[in-house]
């Protein structure tokens, strides 16, 4: 971690990461208490899921190639900046008390529109940005950011919320917008594109079209998977924990609300929880990881995540919901580390925006049904909502556990 520190690129973004997840982290809390209590309805909940991945569903087959074509550092700028404007926008709505539902809709739906090539591209970044052997630390580091910010905002956005209200929380997380955009100018001066072996051929390129090569580009993603049973294997698993982790937001709130009846502050309670086992994680990952394999470590940590997304909604008592949602977000901190790693070790850095965005895809697909079903049945039978998600967490175990093969190195000459 030391080594990771030392480099003043991987500071900026680690000090990006934690800002401008603290200010998403309240935004996404405050959003989502805000439409249960205007509506009273999971549906809502779950309409709100399904809104922030369908235009990204749309734009993840294309933005892969112009992550992998254009400068990332850049991308992460204009995203944070695009991003900012939005929040301002509704946030000033809200302050004047004029704010209704569907334009909180729309809202989160750019702002997740943006999210999904965001985070692509700052892996990517981190890639870039980081020497091979030390892939391990540099996305345990981003992970501390992450989730560091995403503690402080579940710790302290229930009490925040009950005093400024949801306009005041989305100020705030448009100040963060723009401290994380200052952080992302400072990482490095000029522009820098990966270099793409096959781009030495200019004959080739002479020879087509802007569109002509951008539908290669595209293939050629997909054709790098094939073959590889392995990184196919954890794209699989990657789809399935992705889904039922981005659906939590529908039965988190009504969990509060109707089973511990804490409103807004058991919301947050639950939130630091999930948020405190993701951050501490960080200090055992890397040596779990190390000890266990990264294939091991993913399949334990969907095991724990399937077991406790079961058993949440029948506890006792709001703290042992707490501690549940804690060892998830352990679970949640140690499969994002194993996964990104694997990732990085297999992908080359031409192909990495690509391949992401055909595993984000599938996971964005799957949302969108998760949400719909979790949110009609929630309504209903909050539990059996809660087991929903708990039974694809399973089946993300099963194939982290499912034989594959040795993983394939990645290797910069492999041609595209």
């Avoid at 500071?11 to 998403?24: D, E, H, P, Q, T």
Wanted: charged share 10%; aromatic share 10%.
């Amino acid at each position: 971690m030391r080594s990771i520190l030392r480099k003043p690129a991987l500071r900026f973004v680690f000090g990006a990461n934690v800002i401008s997840m603290l200010g998403s982290g309240m935004n996404t809390a405050a959003v989502a208490w805000f439409i249960l209590q205007a509506t009273h309805s999971e549906m809502s909940l779950g309409m709100l899921a399904v809104l922030q991945t369908i235009p990204a569903l749309l734009m993840l087959p294309f933005t892969g190639v112009i992550i992998d074509r254009e400068d990332r550092r850049w991308l992460v700028m204009m995203l944070d900046a695009l991003r900012g404007i939005v929040i301002l926008t509704v946030s000033l709505l809200a302050l004047a008390h004029k704010v209704r539902v569907w334009e909180l809709y729309l809202m989160n739906t750019l702002v997740a529109t943006g999210f999904w090539m965001f985070w692509p591209t700052v892996t990517a970044l981190v890639q870039e940005l980081t020497p091979g052997e030390e892939f391990v630390h540099a996305n345990t580091f981003l992970l501390a950011g992450v989730q560091g910010g995403w503690l402080i905002a579940g710790s302290i956005v229930g009490f925040v919320y009950n005093h400024i209200g949801l306009g005041g929380v989305l100020l705030i997380d448009c100040s963060t917008y723009l401290v994380s955009f200052l952080c992302y100018f400072a990482v490095r001066k000029g522009r820098h594109v990966v270099p793409r072996p096959a781009e030495l051929h200019a004959d080739l390129l002479a020879a087509e079209s802007a569109l002509e090569r951008f539908v290669r580009e595209l293939r050629d993603g997909i054709h790098f998977l094939r073959g590889n049973r392995n990184l196919t294997f954890l794209g699989i698993s990657w789809a399935l924990f992705l889904g039922a982790m981005l659906t939590g937001i529908v039965v988190t709130a009504p969990l509060s609300d109707r089973v511990f009846h804490a409103g807004a502050v058991g919301y947050g309670w639950l939130s630091a929880g999930w948020g405190t086992g993701a951050f501490l994680s960080v200090l055992y990952a890397p040596q779990l990881i190390a000890t266990l394999g990264s294939r091991r470590s993913i399949a334990i940590s969907m095991g724990m995540l399937a077991i406790c997304m079961t058993l949440a909604p029948v506890s006792a008592f709001l703290v042992l919901a707490i501690a549940a949602y804690a060892f998830m977000g352990s679970g949640r901190g140690v499969a994002g580390v194993a996964m990104n790693t694997s990732i990085m070790e297999q992908v080359p850095k031409h192909f990495m925006g690509r391949v992401q965005n055909i595993f984000n895809f599938a996971g964005t697909g799957l949302q969108i049904v998760l949400a719909l079903v979790v949110g009609a049945v929630a309504k209903l039978n909050l539990v059996a909502g809660f087991s929903i998600i708990g039974l694809v967490y399973f089946v993300a175990f099963i194939t982290a556990s499912w034989p594959a093969g040795a993983p394939v190195r990645a290797t910069e000459a492999s041609a595209e």
